[in-house]
């Protein structure tokens, strides 16, 4: 889904060191509204330190971010996912201790209207807004299944559960983008069959843009419409999934890790 439109998300010539090692050396990649891709590589390719970037993380050494062409490199984390930006991590970062319900209840933080002395009074106003977020809350949980655990710490739930909890954690702040750091990860079979179903149904119902990071080739060939590779922190290549499987740079980069953990 490209156009020749200002694109929802832009990263142009973004380079990032570390002392003297870099992380990433002028890379660029664009998202345009509603559009799923997959941002892949070998370990160490540097996708997780463009996510890093992009959600305001890291500052680029080089280079600029742009959302719908208004520029945000530098801006805190908090503020860029005000402004429509959601991210999960590929360590699950859930609140172990809090109820699922509670889990979702701390993302709607960004989007409450009233301030602080309207908290305090317990005002109208915030008492409008407790019901709203009480409300959406049980909706995305009943939406992802997850209603019926909505009383249970989160640390208590099944692996895949508290993969779709982050998810839902991160669609509650309404973002236009959803990144998505190896949700796969450590999912079985069946599990990683479910996950594709999720982000398929969350890109089709919300019209959520998504940037997927993830190692598993079953799934991001089977959903995802385009693909951008790094390798060693550059772009090695980006294109549809079949151009990319195709791509003999792809194919050396990957073939290469793989023939390295052989011998070690």
């Known amino acids: 889904m490209t156009s020749a439109g200002t694109p929802l998300l832009e990263a142009r010539n973004c380079s990032l060191r570390f002392g003297g090692i870099a992380a990433l050396t002028d890379v660029s990649l664009r998202i345009d509204k509603g559009e799923l891709v997959g941002l892949i590589g070998p370990n160490g390719a540097g ?3 463009l996510f890093n970037i992009l959600t305001g993380v890291y500052r680029p050494t080089d280079g600029e971010v742009l959302l719908e062409g208004r520029p945000v ?8 996912n005000r402004l429509g930006v959601a991210r999960t991590f590929q360590n699950i970062r859930l609140f172990g201790s809090l109820d699922v319900r509670m889990n979702v209840r701390t993302s709607f933080i960004a989007r409450l209207r009233g301030g602080l002395l309207e908290v305090v009074r317990r005002g ?4 409008s807004e407790e019901r709203e977020i009480q409300e959406e809350g049980r909706r995305l949980l009943a939406y992802f ?3 019926e655990a909505s009383i249970l710490p989160s640390r208590s739930l099944p692996y895949g559960d508290q ?3 982050e998810i839902v954690r991160a669609l509650a702040t309404r973002p236009r983008l959803l990144l998505l750091d190896e949700p796969a990860a450590g999912m079985n079979p069946t599990e990683k069959e479910e996950l594709k179903q999720l982000i398929a149904r969350i890109r089709a119902e919300f ?5 997927l990071v993830e190692h598993d080739m079953k799934v991001v060939m089977g ?3 385009r693909l951008v590779v790094l390798d060693r922190g550059s772009l090695l290549a980006t294109g549809t999934p079949a151009e990319v499987r195709a791509d003999p740079k792809v194919i050396a980069a990957y073939l290469g890790e ?7």
Not at 207 to 211: E, F, V, Y
């Open 124 to 127: 109208k106003k915030f008492r």
């Open 223 to 225: 959903i995802c419409e």
């Open 145 to 147: 299944g997850l209603e």
């Open 258 to 264: 793989q023939h390295g953990e052989e011998e070690s």
């Open 207 to 211: 019209g959520t843009a998504i940037l």
């Open 163 to 165: 993969r779709r909890l």
């Open 47 to 49: 996708k997780t330190s």
């Open 73 to 80: 490199t530098g801006l805190a984390p908090h503020r860029i």
